[in-house]
């Protein structure tokens, strides 16, 4: 069978990375080598820095990115497009115009056998009360109506200015190390999940931009894949294997 990929958290667009030409046709690159090899591949989250969809209206820019996700769904590839809290806001462009699918929520699914659970992970375990009530106002419908009233002049600026400011507050513009097994609330989400879940193989999620492979149970791995920022990581599956591994520019793929 052809391989299945795992990526999340390029943040494309986003005000606090330089060169974000050169950032998006990184990921490009890594899309096209990986076209004739692979089977499905899912972005879970966070691809964009900030995405608004207004009725007739999308963000300027991505034609690069959004250009080889139409290659890849017409060519026959799968293309699972997860939403973030980054890239919340999206409509029906993407199914329409580039043939991904869309998921809203955690995806359970089955692949060669094994089964999978997908998400972004924003909102899993996550006990900060701060974080809880902004993911609240960005997914309120009614909020989300007003902010449309905006013109997108004003309410992308707004959107991009303030993801950029979000990840300045950042040491370094990283996200805090790896908080141990005890701590890490994805991990904490996991591990009380399978409980209930127990026939669940691989438990993969994005959004905390650290690279995490670990074994819960001699069935059961969580992994968290880091990003296409720092780490320029991704999970492939051949059927039988799980892998994380770090994209170099030029390099073969598997």
Same mark, same amino acid.
């Given at each position: 069978?052809?391989?299945?990929?795992?990526?999340?958290?390029?943040?494309?667009?986003?005000?606090?990375?330089?060169?974000?030409?050169?950032?998006?046709?990184?990921?490009?690159?890594?899309? #096209?080598?990986?076209?004739?090899?692979?089977?499905?591949?899912?972005?879970?989250?966070?691809?964009?820095?900030?995405?608004?969809?207004?009725?007739?209206?999308?963000?300027?820019?991505?034609?690069?990115?959004?250009?080889?996700?139409?290659?890849?769904?017409?060519?026959?590839?799968?293309?699972?497009?997860?939403?973030?809290?980054?890239?919340?806001?999206?409509?029906?462009?993407?199914?329409? =115009?580039? *043939?991904?699918?869309?998921?809203?929520?955690?995806?359970?699914?089955?692949?060669? *056998?094994? =089964?999978?659970?997908?998400?972004?992970?924003?909102?899993?375990?996550?006990? #900060?009360?701060?974080?809880?009530?902004?993911?609240?106002?960005?997914?309120?419908?009614?909020?989300?109506?007003?902010?449309?009233?905006?013109?997108?002049?004003?309410?992308?600026?707004? *959107?991009?200015?303030?993801?950029?400011?979000?990840?300045?507050?950042?040491?370094?513009?990283?996200?805090?190390?790896?908080?141990? =097994?005890?701590?890490?609330?994805?991990?904490?989400?996991?591990? =009380?999940?399978?409980?209930?879940?127990?026939?669940?193989?691989?438990?993969?999620? *994005?959004?905390?931009?650290?690279?995490?492979?670990?074994?819960?149970?001699?069935?059961?791995?969580?992994?968290?894949?880091?990003?296409?920022?720092?780490?320029?990581?991704?999970?492939?599956?051949?059927?039988?294997?799980?892998?994380?591994?770090?994209?170099?520019?030029?390099?073969?793929?598997?």
């Amino acid at each position: 069978m052809k391989n299945v990929y795992f990526l999340s958290d390029a943040h494309l667009g986003s005000r606090a990375i330089p060169h974000g030409r050169t950032h998006e046709r990184r990921l490009v690159n890594f899309l #096209d080598s990986i076209k004739h090899k692979a089977s499905a591949i899912y972005l879970l989250g966070d691809m964009f820095d900030f995405w608004y969809e207004f009725r007739l209206v999308v963000p300027k820019g991505y034609t690069r990115f959004l250009g080889k996700l139409s290659e890849l769904t017409d060519m026959g590839v799968e293309v699972h497009f997860f939403i973030g809290n980054h890239d919340i806001w999206c409509g029906d462009y993407l199914t329409k =115009e580039c *043939g991904v699918v869309i998921h809203r929520r955690p995806l359970t699914v089955e692949i060669c *056998g094994k =089964e999978f659970y997908l998400a972004h992970g924003d909102g899993l375990g996550d006990p #900060d009360k701060k974080f809880k009530m902004l993911r609240w106002v960005f997914h309120s419908r009614t909020l989300q109506k007003l902010f449309s009233a905006i013109h997108p002049r004003w309410s992308v600026e707004l *959107g991009l200015s303030w993801a950029k400011h979000s990840r300045e507050k950042r040491v370094d513009g990283k996200d805090p190390e790896y908080l141990g =097994e005890n701590q890490e609330h994805l991990v904490l989400y996991t591990k =009380e999940y399978l409980k209930s879940h127990p026939t669940i193989n691989y438990f993969i999620y *994005g959004h905390r931009h650290i690279e995490l492979d670990l074994m819960l149970s001699a069935t059961s791995r969580v992994l968290i894949l880091g990003d296409w920022i720092n780490y320029f990581s991704y999970a492939v599956f051949d059927g039988e294997n799980m892998f994380l591994e770090e994209y170099i520019e030029g390099e073969t793929i598997a």
